[in-house]
């Protein structure tokens, strides 16, 4: 669920580059949740690098919406480190 409680929808189109639109989208919407869970809990860099146990450099990524370094995996693994959970909800295809 998107930080302001709307749902996301995913679309796995692939991108010219390979990669799958949906994918691409999946990692948005985690990261906007990381960094909203980040500011609820005002967190410093600091303090959000040491309960998600990564590097200072990796929190920057994260802040900055650079999600390239992050598989879908890391990220949603950092959820539960923030007190956040995920929630797949199937949709029929187009």
Do not use: K, W
Request: aromatic letters at 2%.
């Amino acid at each position: 669920m998107h930080p302001d409680g709307a749902n996301r929808c995913v679309d796995d189109t692939a991108t010219a580059n390979g990669r799958h639109r949906g994918s691409d989208q999946a990692r948005e919407t985690l990261v906007a949740a990381i960094i909203g869970s980040i500011g609820e809990q005002r967190l410093d860099a600091a303090h959000a690098a040491h309960r998600l146990h990564l590097t200072g450099r990796q929190v920057t990524d994260l802040l900055n919406r650079d999600t390239d370094g992050f598989t879908l995996d890391e990220l949603t693994n950092l959820l539960p480190l923030l007190g956040l959970s995920i929630q797949v909800v199937p949709t029929p295809t187009r």
